[in-house]
């Protein structure tokens, strides 16, 4: 037989999607109703969240509409706090703690899965579970096994916990990094001189580098974020979340903690912006938009 | 030249039950153009890839330049590939991307960029030093890729179907550049297609797989018109197969019984009278002609070509293909008499 090769269409050449968000609602505009569905919606988001920085910059102790003056002075009083920095450097140290090691195991674990091994779709699941146990019951399990160990409560029990809670984000946002890459480049580097480990440093580390650094941002907010788990395990060592917790037995600190929740507002919204940042640029340079993989 | 360069033996790779490389014994000169041939699946990019230290053979050793390479990875092995993907790093330019594999050579730096600027001139493309992976075309990405492995030197180099994801024209293009080079480097190429035409177009010598084993290694000339199986004949090229026995064995001729008539050929294997046959014959090696009567057939399709015409003729019962070069018209319902040269008459046991 005579066999002539058909041209294989090639993705590559496959025109991108320009469409995207804006041009496919200005097709769908449902009209009035659908405006106030939206603002309803987005009020009901955020409106209880907005009065945090609302009354923390409220010239009175007592949380009470109408609103008496504006001041800073809660914010003053936030700094001047030595417990309230005491609680945040701990958090700090634990947020940085847990989302390093949590994103070191997510990306070995990823890495592996990608690869595609016998039993991966299991282990997947298996390893995104503790996402699905109430962080209570997580939390008193911990407990359990941290006393009977008899290892005191302190900021590492607390890091452990975290990084238990934190894993399966980092491996959820890791792998899907991971998916599509081609695993030629690897073996391209290999080709080309290198070991395993150089390349890995200078071919996979930085094709996945994007996603290493969305999934050290959000470890490092799903752990300062935490207060159950920090509740628990922190001993006489707190976390800010669990500082605030004890603050709000006194009505008079309430403002202050009003301060401090405007503050950790507007940081973590920050950082969930550049996560998302990061993981859009990367999206541009990932290794599934170009060759064709095997 | 010495076929003991690259020396394959007795090659056997399984992947669970399957064997997809099964007991290969390939012996591959210097600086020769060796195409692996085969329908997919049939082994060839398994074998590629264990001589590249990819795929580790079950059995078997792979010698290269006289060195037992079989156990070696593939950065410390004298052979590069150029990937079926191209794998041209995205993260890197174009510029890095060939410098990649200098990086373990212990070059000084003036050296390194010579080398670079060179293999930049090999594969035309001077000025694209700082583009990056997606600001290529296909083809300008697979001449990257070629020139990351050829600026390592390297002993053998590899190509996966380096062609295959890259449009007719350009392709053809391709075959030509790649052969160009290959001579200018003098670098031996272990080059995998399951095209036939790329593959003869190409080589210098073709070992043509089938399910995991090597049916026949030849040159392109031997390979097309002396195939040493029925497979190798029905895939490179078009061939009529007719089945057929002998009517006379004599100790240096045969005279075989076939739809199309009597045939004097030479003799073939140990092929006794009555024994059963399979004729095959190249469809531009018959002729058609309706001076001669008797007719033995009648045109029953044509078919238009541009460059030829194919007439499907009906003969005793059996249909050939005729490829005739235009000029020679006849048409549907003719009686027509078939004629071949006997020496374009492959014959292969049944």
């Known amino acids: 037989m005579l066999r002539s090769p058909a041209a294989s269409p090639s993705r590559r050449f496959a025109p991108q999607d320009q469409g995207g968000w804006a041009s496919r609602n200005t097709r769908h505009d449902g009209g009035g109703g659908l405006a106030i569905y939206a603002i309803l919606y987005l009020a009901f988001l955020y409106v209880p969240v907005l009065l945090l920085p609302l009354f923390s910059f409220n010239d009175s102790a007592f949380i009470t509409f109408p609103l008496t003056g504006f001041t800073t002075k809660w914010y003053a009083a936030m700094a001047g706090d030595e417990e ?4 945040l450097a701990n958090t700090l140290k634990v947020g940085a703690a847990a989302s390093l090691i949590s994103t070191i195991l997510g990306l070995l674990t990823a890495k592996v899965l990608a690869r595609g091994i016998r039993g991966g779709a299991f282990f997947a699941g298996f390893a995104s579970l503790p996402l699905f146990i109430p962080d209570i ?48 480049l690897e073996e391209a580097s290999r080709d080309l001189g290198e070991n395993g ?9 930085p094709l996945v580098l994007p996603g290493i650094v969305a999934s ?10 935490d207060f159950l788990i920090a509740f628990f395990l922190c001993g006489t060592d707190t976390t800010l979340p669990v500082y605030i917790w004890g603050e709000l037995r006194f009505p008079y600190k309430l403002p202050n903690v009003l301060a401090l929740g405007a503050t950790i507002l507007i940081a973590s919204s920050a950082l969930i912006a550049l996560a998302e940042w990061v993981r859009r640029q990367g999206v541009s340079g990932s290794p599934r938009d170009h060759g064709i993989g095997i | 030249m010495a076929e003991d360069f690259l020396r ?8 669970g039950a399957t064997p997809a490389v099964n007991d290969v014994t390939l012996h ?53 590939m150029v990937f079926q993907s191209y794998a041209i790093f995205p993260h890197l330019n174009v510029r890095d991307n060939i410098a990649y594999g200098l990086r373990t050579e212990r070059l000084s730096g003036a050296e390194r960029d010579k080398r670079v600027v060179e293999a930049l001139a090999m594969i035309k493309l001077e000025t694209y030093g700082e583009r990056r992976a997606h600001q290529l075309s296909g083809g300008e990405r697979q001449r990257v890729a070629l020139a990351r492995a050829l600026v390592k030197r390297p002993k053998v180099l590899l190509l996966d179907e380096p062609l295959g994801a890259l449009d007719k024209r350009l ?31 190409m080589s210098d010598r073709i070992a043509v797989m089938e399910a995991g084993r090597v049916l026949q290694v030849a040159d392109p000339k031997t390979l097309y018109e002396q195939p040493s199986s029925r497979a190798v004949a029905d895939f490179i090229g078009t061939a009529n197969f007719l089945p057929g026995h002998v009517v006379v064995a004599a100790s240096t001729s045969v005279t075989v019984e076939t739809a199309l008539g009597r ?29 001669v009567t008797p007719a033995s057939g009648r045109v029953v399709a044509v078919s238009y070509l541009g460059d030829r015409s194919q007439f499907q003729v009906s003969v005793n019962g059996a249909t050939v293909i005729v490829a005739a070069q235009n000029g020679a018209a006849f048409a549907i319902g003719e009686a027509v008499q078939v004629a071949w040269a006997a020496d374009a008459v492959m014959l292969f046991p049944e």
């Not at chain 1, 480990?197 to 580390?205: A, D, E, G, I, N």
């Not at chain 2, 394959?8 to 992947?15: A, G, Q, T």
């Not at chain 2, 692996?36 to 792979?62: E, Q, V």
């Open chain 1, 84 to 87: 309230m920095r005491a609680a």
């Open chain 1, 137 to 184: 019951v997580l939390g008193i399990a911990l407990l359990m096994l941290v006393t009977s160990l008899d290892i005191p409560l302190s900021l590492e029990s607390v890091v452990v916990g975290h990084v238990a809670i934190c894993l399966p984000f980092a491996i959820a946002v890791l792998l899907s990094r991971f998916e599509g890459f081609d695993l030629s």
């Open chain 1, 197 to 205: 480990w150089m390349t890995f440093w200078w071919v996979t580390f």
């Open chain 1, 216 to 225: 050290l941002l959000l470890t490092f907010i799903v752990s300062f974020d």
């Open chain 2, 8 to 15: 394959i033996e007795n090659l056997s790779k399984r992947f």
């Open chain 2, 28 to 80: 591959i000169a210097h600086g020769e153009f060796f195409s692996l041939l085969g329908p997919s699946g049939c082994g060839k990019t398994t074998l590629l890839r264990m001589i590249g230290g990819f795929t580790l053979p079950d059995a078997g050793t792979i010698a290269l330049d006289g060195e037992d390479v079989t156990d070696r990875p593939p950065n410390k092995r004298a052979t590069n």
């Open chain 2, 171 to 201: 392709r053809e293009a391709m075959q030509i550049e790649l052969r160009q080079i290959q001579r200018e480097v003098g670098i031996t190429f272990v080059f995998v297609t399951h095209d036939q035409e790329e593959a003869l177009s």
């Open chain 2, 263 to 291: 045939m004097d050929l030479p003799r073939r294997a140990n092929l006794s009278a009555g024994a059963r046959v399979i004729v095959a014959i190249r469809p531009e090696k018959l002729t058609l002609s309706r001076e």
